[in-house]
């Protein structure tokens, strides 16, 4: 890297650059908005070791959707919410923990005060009755305020929070076939033709969730690439592809968005009828206002939820998800785990989120040594890859 234009460096070492080159200015408060988008994971461990050891003294401001990268490099967390946002002095994973028991508790709370509310209303409807029937004023005036009471109660109760994020979810659509795909003696090459890696033999079977793992430039996008234009065409040596697979793709540039057009556009095309489609983009995310904006203005965010919600309406019954966490926020990865899990979706995925891999993973494949190995598990390349 040393001497390189920084205008030709890939954008993973220019955020890199960036954020050291406002380091050394020695500011009182280091802001680090999104710091891990666009690095492959050996930079993002290089960038968490900094963040531990150079700047340890400094207050740092983290906002990050990457789990782990949070849990390595924090120990307060802020969880931003109407009202009242709750601040605990721990690290995102252990936060989340003690925001689940405290909202928990605020749910037993609420429970408690609505069922002292009503209990209230039964005691005051039954002096009312008791009062109209004995002519007592008294009791009149006695379950007026127990009415005030539960009033009071009521008003005073502090709802649950509910988490409001796009809605994602994926289809399944059946297949019986028990071998999805397989490869024998395959090589994945770069564009301009120069080998990559071989693939000796691989077979994919339905409910597979295969994690794909390499560092950058090993080859990772390629092997997605190949096995789409195999699905697609069929005609490539070595693998074979069921009949009845339907693919559904997405990548890290979000290609399947087209230049033009608006949210709605793209999901009319599914035929979905005009009302279906509004009902569709409100549960992704999208109010009202934003359905009919350019693509174009949308925010990476959104763009993700459109991205997956149209790979939804395609039906497929096979994924291959490059990078599909990207800009999508930690409510939204967890509800796109839980939809895999929920629907044992085939897959293959390529990501550089460590806590979707672990999750999502039933097999590991490393690219290593020109070849795809199988391991039992992504921890030791983790570690090869925090190792340097």
């Known amino acids: 890297m ?13 955020r890199l650059m960036l954020i050291a080159r406002v380091w050394v200015n020695e500011p009182d408060v280091l802001l680090l908005d999104e710091p891990t988008n666009h690095l492959d994971l050996g930079k993002i461990i290089q960038l968490e070791r900094w963040l531990n ?65 009503q209990q209230l209303r039964r005691q005051a ?71 990559l890696f071989t693939v000796p033999k691989l077979h994919l079977c339905q409910g597979d969730r295969l994690a794909l793992l390499g560092r950058n430039g090993a080859g990772k996008s390629q092997f997605m690439k190949l096995l789409a234009r195999a699905i697609a065409s069929d005609d490539i040596q070595g693998v074979r592809v069921t009949a009845s697979l339907k693919l559904g793709t997405t990548d890290q540039a979000m290609s399947q968005l087209p230049g033009a057009g608006t949210p709605f556009d793209v999901i009319a095309g599914f035929w979905q009828g005009d009302q279906r489609t509004t009902s569709l983009l409100a ?35 096979f994924y291959l998800l490059d990078e599909a966490t990207n800009h ?26 460590r806590s979707f891999v672990r999750t999502i993973g039933t097999r590991f494949f490393e690219i290593a040594g020109h070849r795809l190995v199988e391991r039992g598990d992504p921890e030791g390349f983790f570690a090869a890859m925090a190792g340097g």
Not at 4 to 12: E, I, K
Not at 344 to 352: K, P, Q, Y
């Open 125 to 195: 409807a039954k002096l009312t009755n008791i009062g109209i029937n004995s002519g007592s004023d008294l009791l009149t005036v006695k379950a007026k305020h127990l009415k005030e009471r539960a009033a009071k109660i009521e008003s005073a109760v502090v709802p649950p929070h509910k988490e409001k994020s796009g809605d994602i979810r994926l289809a399944n659509a059946g297949i019986r076939a028990k071998v999805l795909v397989a490869m024998e003696n395959v090589t994945v090459a770069a564009p301009d033709g120069r080998p």
């Open 283 to 317: 549960g992704a995310g999208f109010p009202i206002e934003k359905q009919t904006k350019p693509i174009g203005g949308l925010s990476l965010g959104q763009r993700a939820r459109l991205v997956l919600l149209a790979l939804r309406l395609s039906e497929p019954n």
């Open 2 to 14: 040393r001497g390189r234009p920084v205008a030709r460096l890939s954008g993973g070492w220019q």
């Open 328 to 353: 999508v926020d930690i409510a939204g990865q967890e509800r796109l785990e839980a939809e895999i899990l929920e629907h044992g979706a085939s897959c293959i995925v390529v990501s550089h989120d």
């Open 53 to 117: 050891g150079a700047t340890r003294a400094m207050p740092i401001v983290i906002a990050s959707h990457d789990r782990s990268f949070l849990d390595a490099t924090t120990n307060q967390t802020l969880f931003l919410r109407p009202g009242s946002s709750p601040c605990f002095a721990l690290p995102y994973g252990r936060a989340r923990a003690a925001l689940a028991e405290a909202d928990q508790a605020t749910a037993r709370q609420q429970e408690r005060d609505l069922k002292d509310a």
